[in-house]
């Protein structure tokens, strides 16, 4: 079975700021996706990156990054020049590659940006 | 293009009484995902379809819990008779289905949120 760890429970940082988000899993796949989904207050889940794991560039999308370290297995979400509407709860989540699988999610961070 | 649309966004029910939660999947998608989410906890699967077909119910509750897609598109899921514990946030998603991150990426509605009294 695959679990997946963020390992900050709560983070808060100044608008403008960069803030590194960590995730780590374990898995004895080889086949597989990462994503970055987040949930401000108002509940609806967004995704925010996605990352296949047999690609060694990391992607990015805007000012969100992701730093993949396969043979860690570290997904660590990057956000640059941090807004108030980055303000939400942030999953991180594998899925095994192939027929649909299921979404495993970790704990979440709870990321607030101050003005 | 419209999203994953969920309904009710809210209800509150006492415990015992039948509840159930309608989901509507983004147009096209063929598989669809019912996640279970309690407060401050990433979602849980309950059971994902692939069109008509329930291809993962093993988190599924039977003894109260049940769900349906009809002509593989709309999906309910019902409790009956509900709990205390059950009060959560129910999660549908959808995604294309296909090789293709892309496609198997999954998108979520805003949830219902449930309160058992």
């Known amino acids: 079975a695959q679990t997946v760890t963020q390992s900050q429970p709560e983070m808060s940082v100044q608008e403008a700021e960069t803030v590194t988000l960590s995730c780590t899993y374990d898995t004895s796949e080889s086949n597989y996706y990462l994503f970055w989904y987040k949930q401000p207050p108002s509940r609806q889940m967004i995704l925010v990156i996605r990352q296949e794991a047999y690609k060694q560039q990391n992607a990015t999308e805007n000012r969100f990054s992701v730093n993949f370290q396969k043979a860690a297995k570290s997904f660590s979400l990057k956000i640059s020049d941090s807004q108030l509407g980055d303000t939400a709860m942030y999953f991180c989540?594998?899925?095994?590659?192939?027929?649909?699988?299921?979404?495993?999610f970790g704990q979440g961070t709870r990321l607030t940006i101050n003005p | 293009e419209a999203g994953v649309v969920q309904s009710p966004r809210y209800k509150i029910i006492e415990k015992k009484q039948p509840v159930a939660f309608w989901c509507n999947p983004i147009s096209g998608h063929n598989t669809l995902y019912w996640y279970l989410q309690n407060l401050g906890q990433g979602p849980e699967l309950l059971i994902r379809?692939?069109?008509?077909?329930?291809?993962?119910d093993s988190q599924l509750p039977k003894d109260r819990f049940s769900a349906e897609r009809l002509k593989g598109v709309d999906s309910t899921l019902k409790i009956q008779p509900a709990e205390l514990g059950d009060s959560a946030v129910y999660l549908c998603?959808?995604?294309?289905?296909?090789?293709?991150?892309?496609?198997?990426?999954?998108?979520f509605g805003p949830g219902t949120r449930l309160l058992v009294l």
């Open positions: 998603a959808s995604s294309l289905g296909g090789p293709a991150i892309q496609q198997e990426t999954q998108y």
């Open positions: 379809y692939e069109n008509e077909e329930a291809v993962d």
């Open positions: 989540a594998f899925m095994k590659r192939g027929g649909a699988q299921k979404l495993v």
